[in-house]
């Protein structure tokens, strides 16, 4: 008789455990966490603690070769394991150093591990995958003339990535990314280790300080000019531009201090490691707060018809979002009014700062179209889901101007000692987590003294516009 070697044995036994799991389970089927307007998207039963995500990139045309690495843990019995991901094709996938069958299922990656995995346990996947740049239309990476930069909000992460694609599971990330020489790579965060040259490729290491949603992800690839400078009270700045419009740009750059000053009076302490613009050769349609890293595309500092003051608004929008947004993340995207509100106001009092268009006449107009943008695009903490085809038809203008508008009518009515109270402890006390629209007014009514829960339910989930307290002379919205 032979005998099978131990190790051999093992991986029998594995396999034929994997079989027999297989075997007994029903077809797999796309999972989610059940999210008014993304219903399918992230997943049940685990909490992702980190992802270490591996890019080697060729040109912005050909997938790219990439191993994604998610700790996590298990939040009950687990038979399979849903992960968010398309537009990739996988080679292989663990879970806790084993084999693990791999399907796909709608938009999910589901996977088989040998053995199930019991309530409150470590997991460990590894998933070796590629990552596709090409269909750009739908979100994830975005091909610049030199290279790649993300676009990962609100749905489109798991394009790139396996991962639990939604906002209400934040974890650390680990970024490795390797390109041909003549390349910068930059990423979320700070540098983990120095830069790596193997012949003529360079590795790139990034770890975040802080946890980050899916949806704020950033790997930019390109003839890039990384330029550093230093913030309030000491904070690392670092800019990523196209080397070629290095100087040119600088005039913008060097504004990023005051901005981040002006917003630290306001509301604090700035939350994250460090910051920067990232300014891309692409065309977007969008500028997009990736955290630590908001990407901007080039033509909005050289195009025609930008005057400066509304060029240092939009800074000043993107930038409010690492408060309101990125620190303090929302817990379903029925929330996004809480970033896309606060990020209007601040760029709205920017604005009015600069003398250029008062804040008071943007809320009366905005006010004038509230019931156009409802009716439109529904209220705005309920806002109607993207029609099919369209992955940022839920950035409609009643999560802009029409919830800035709630954030004047709550100063309106609270006065603006209370209110700038509500500002500060709002992303105090949410800091690196997530929060929703009920936190937001149980917060507020605390700051006012009294219950605004049958002050703010209009605001926030009428199809009309209530009247605007203080202004009894905007009278009502226009109707339609």
């Given at each position: 008789m032979q005998l099978t070697p131990p190790r051999l044995r093992a991986a029998l036994l594995a396999a034929a455990s994997l079989t027999l799991v297989a075997a007994v389970l029903p077809p797999p089927t796309p999972l989610g966490l059940g999210d008014r307007l993304f219903p399918e998207l992230g997943n049940p039963g685990y909490d992702v603690l980190s992802y270490d995500l591996s890019f080697t990139y060729k040109d912005n045309r050909t997938p790219l070769d990439a191993v994604t690495v998610i700790a996590a843990r298990s939040l009950e019995p687990l038979e399979r394991i849903n992960l968010d991901f398309t537009h990739g094709t996988v080679a292989s996938a663990e879970v806790n150093g084993e084999p693990a069958r791999f399907e796909s299922a709608g938009e999910d990656l589901v996977l088989t591990p040998a053995r199930a995995v019991a309530s409150g346990a470590p997991l460990h996947i590894t998933v070796r995958h590629t990552s596709d740049p090409r269909g750009a239309a739908d979100g994830g990476w975005v091909p610049t003339e030199d290279g790649l930069a993300m676009a990962n909000q609100a749905d489109a992460a798991h394009r790139v990535f396996p991962g639990n694609d939604h906002p209400s599971d934040k974890a650390f990330f680990t970024f490795r990314i390797t390109a041909p020489e003549g390349l910068t790579a930059v990423a979320n965060g700070v540098p983990a280790a120095p830069a790596l040259r193997r012949g003529a490729a360079t590795t790139w290491t990034y770890r975040t300080v802080h946890p980050m949603a899916t949806e704020l992800a950033q790997v930019s690839i390109g003839h890039s000019a990384v330029v550093h400078r230093t913030g309030?009270?000491?904070?690392?700045?670092?800019?990523?531009?196209?080397?070629?419009?290095?100087?040119?740009?600088?005039?913008?750059?060097?504004?990023?201090?005051?901005?981040?000053?002006?917003?630290?009076?306001?509301?604090?302490?700035?939350?994250?490691?460090?910051?920067?613009?990232?300014?891309?050769?692409?065309?977007?349609?969008?500028?997009?707060?990736?955290?630590?890293?908001?990407?901007?595309?080039?033509?909005?500092?050289?195009?025609?018809?930008?005057?400066?003051?509304?060029?240092?608004?939009?800074?000043?929008?993107?930038?409010?979002?690492?408060?309101?947004?990125?620190?303090?993340?929302?817990?379903?995207?029925?929330?996004?009014?809480?970033?896309?509100?606060?990020?209007?106001?601040?760029?709205?009092?920017?604005?009015?700062?600069?003398?250029?268009?008062?804040?008071?006449?943007?809320?009366?107009?905005?006010?004038?179209?509230?019931?156009?943008?409802?009716?439109?695009?529904?209220?705005?903490?309920?806002?109607?889901?993207?029609?099919?085809?369209?992955?940022?038809?839920?950035?409609?203008?009643?999560?802009?101007?029409?919830?800035?508008?709630?954030?004047?009518?709550?100063?309106?009515?609270?006065?603006?000692?209370?209110?700038?109270?509500?500002?500060?402890?709002?992303?105090?006390?949410?800091?690196?987590?997530?929060?929703?629209?009920?936190?937001?007014?149980?917060?507020?009514?605390?700051?006012?003294?009294?219950?605004?829960?049958?002050?703010?339910?209009?605001?926030?989930?009428?199809?009309?516009?209530?009247?605007?307290?203080?202004?009894?002379?905007?009278?009502?919205?226009?109707?339609?």
């Open positions: 309030p009270h000491g904070l690392p700045l670092r800019d990523v531009v196209p080397a070629a419009d290095r100087e040119r740009l600088e005039p913008w750059l060097k504004k990023t201090p005051g901005h981040v000053a002006w917003m630290e009076e306001r509301v604090g302490r700035y939350p994250f490691e460090n910051y920067g613009v990232l300014i891309a050769r692409a065309k977007t349609g969008f500028e997009l707060e990736t955290q630590t890293l908001s990407l901007f595309e080039n033509a909005l500092f050289s195009g025609p018809g930008y005057p400066e003051w509304y060029v240092e608004s939009v800074m000043v929008h993107e930038l409010a979002h690492q408060w309101f947004g990125d620190s303090v993340t929302p817990r379903t995207w029925s929330d996004l009014w809480l970033n896309e509100g606060h990020a209007t106001w601040y760029e709205a009092l920017y604005a009015d700062g600069l003398g250029k268009y008062s804040l008071e006449r943007r809320m009366r107009e905005a006010y004038q179209r509230s019931d156009q943008w409802r009716a439109a695009g529904g209220p705005p903490a309920a806002p109607k889901p993207a029609p099919p085809g369209e992955k940022v038809g839920l950035f409609r203008p009643v999560v802009y101007d029409g919830s800035a508008l709630i954030l004047y009518a709550l100063r309106q009515e609270i006065g603006v000692q209370a209110f700038d109270r509500v500002e500060r402890r709002w992303v105090a006390e949410h800091r690196d987590a997530t929060a929703g629209t009920a936190d937001f007014v149980r917060l507020a009514s605390q700051e006012a003294g009294r219950d605004l829960g049958a002050f703010l339910e209009p605001w926030l989930y009428g199809t009309t516009t209530p009247a605007m307290p203080g202004h009894p002379e905007w009278g009502g919205p226009k109707r339609v």
